[in-house]
Structures are given as C-alpha cells and as structure tokens.
C-alpha cells in the first residue's frame, strides 16, 4: 500500500493544486482566489493566498495530524469552524439524525464512518482530496473505529460506490459529502433519501452549480460567485455571511435550525431575502 506510488493529490486554500509524496509538500499550483476570510483563522493562518503561505498551511496538517502520512489521525472532537459541513454532520449523527456519512479521507479513499468524532477527524481536516495512496495503519484505525473503507487496496474515491455499500451494510439515515456534480445527481436519482452536502464549490461554472444545488441538501459556499447567487436564492436558511452555508431543502432545514437550538452561542435570526452577504467574503469570487 505504499512506496513509489505513494502521492496524494488535494485542492485546497483557494482551490490550488497541491502535490504530496512521502510526508511532504512537492508542488503547489497557483490559487484561484487572493484571499479567504476562513483561512485567515486557521489553526495555520493563510493571510494571503500565495504559494509559499498555502504550502507552509499544508506542512503544519502533515506535523499537526498526519495528513497524507501512515500517521494520519482520524478522530477529532474540536470544531473547526462553526457551520463546517464535518461539524453539521458530525453533530446530526450525535442527535440521532445521521447514523452513517460518506467522506473521502486522504490515506483510505471512500469511506463510510459512524462515529461523530471521525467524521469531524476525517471531514474536518480534509478539503478537496482528488487521489490518494492507502496505507494499512489509517485504514485499521478507521475499521477499528467502526468504519468503512471502500476500496482499501487502490484508495478509489468514488462517493456513489460508497453511498450504495452503505446501504447495502443496511444504514437508513446516510449523508454524503459530494464535490462533483454528477456525483450528487446520481446520488438523488439513485437514492432520493440520502443526505447530500455540497462541498469544494469553488471554481464551480454556472451550469455546474445549478446542477449541484438542485441535487444537494446542504451546500457550502467556499468562494463561489454562482453558489451564492443560485443557492442563495432557492435556499430555506443560511447560516453563516463571509463564507455561507445554505439548506436547500427541508431535511437540511431542520439539521441547521436543530444545530443552531441545541449551540450555546448568540444567534441573530431575522426573516429577510437571501443571500445575505456580510463581513469580508473571499476575493474574488469565482
């Protein structure tokens, strides 16, 4: 499972490509955007979107946790950011409301968790994973938290695949995080109850992302222009201003408002035309 092939490719901080072989940063490619209001409160802050700040981001994930390594840790209990779509869906399945997410996870591929503290390990860490190398030690840890790996010979992410086994494994409350549109209009027609939570949307085209929000429950915003504009204007709540997040449906509703309920945080709620934009939103918006 691993040695010469071992590369992980992710699309992160602004939507750049970012190369990782044998514990370290090799490539990083130019961001799509200048700067990002979320990632200027990273653990690792990014104050501005250039190579040499996104590959010193990506460098303290692989000390801090892991990342992309045999070392990789898969459980977290912290929240990252309060309306993260780990956050959203680690904390549906703590009430009861989720009992199986699909994520991609950088070491594994697909995988189908069923702890809250592993999709918030797994999901809250991860952005934008477009191919891995699977290693045993982080497939174990995810078996030996009750979890799934879907492919665990190759690492194949395919979120459809993932979503089938999980049903076939007899789950009836499942969410699936998705960044491609395909993907989650597959998802929909093939099984129409599953959660679906957009993610990774930046760059997204117009067609594209009309074609996302019309499959997805939930879907996070990132530095789309077109999200904003097309979700915001269909959505039933939005959570968040600089970097939003919208429910599209009324299962997405009730797990925001539900998560908003049980916070213990000040909450503004005000009936009003959406999107409402605030604050500094990621520049530009594409």
Request: charged share 20%; aromatic share 4%; proline share 6%.
């Amino acid at each position: 499972m691993t040695g010469q092939n071992d590369e992980h490719i992710i699309e992160a901080n602004g939507r750049a490509r970012i190369i990782i072989r044998n514990g370290d940063v090799v490539e990083v490619g130019e961001p799509l955007i200048r700067n990002c209001p979320l990632a200027q409160r990273f653990a690792h802050p990014i104050p501005e979107m250039n190579k040499e700040h996104i590959a010193a981001n990506i460098r303290y994930r692989i000390a801090a946790f892991g990342m992309c390594t045999p070392d990789r840790q898969v459980e977290d209990d912290r929240e990252f950011v309060g309306f993260g779509a780990s956050e959203i869906l680690s904390f549906g399945m703590k009430m009861g409301l989720i009992d199986a997410v699909v994520l991609a996870c950088d070491g594994a591929g697909t995988v189908i968790v069923t702890r809250p503290s592993m999709v918030q390990g797994i999901g809250g860490r991860m952005s934008g994973l477009v191919s891995t190398t699977p290693y045993s030690s982080v497939i174990s840890r995810i078996k030996a938290g009750g979890g799934i790996v879907l492919d665990p010979e190759d690492g194949t992410m395919d979120q459809v695949a993932g979503v089938a086994r999980a049903v076939e494994e007899g789950f009836t409350w499942i969410a699936v995080t998705v960044a491609l549109p395909e993907d989650a209009l597959a998802i929909r027609r093939m099984f129409p109850d599953v959660m679906i939570v957009s993610v990774h949307v930046t760059g997204l085209s117009y067609d594209e992302s009309q074609a996302l929000v019309a499959a997805s429950d939930l879907v996070t915003a990132c530095a789309s222009g077109h999200i904003r504009e097309i979700a915001g204007k269909k959505a039933l709540v939005q959570a968040g201003v600089s970097v939003p997040v919208f429910a599209m449906t009324k299962k997405g509703k009730e797990l925001l408002i539900e998560k908003i309920r049980q916070s213990d945080d000040p909450v503004l709620i005000k009936p009003t035309k959406l999107p409402s934009l605030g604050g500094s939103q990621p520049e530009p918006l594409i």
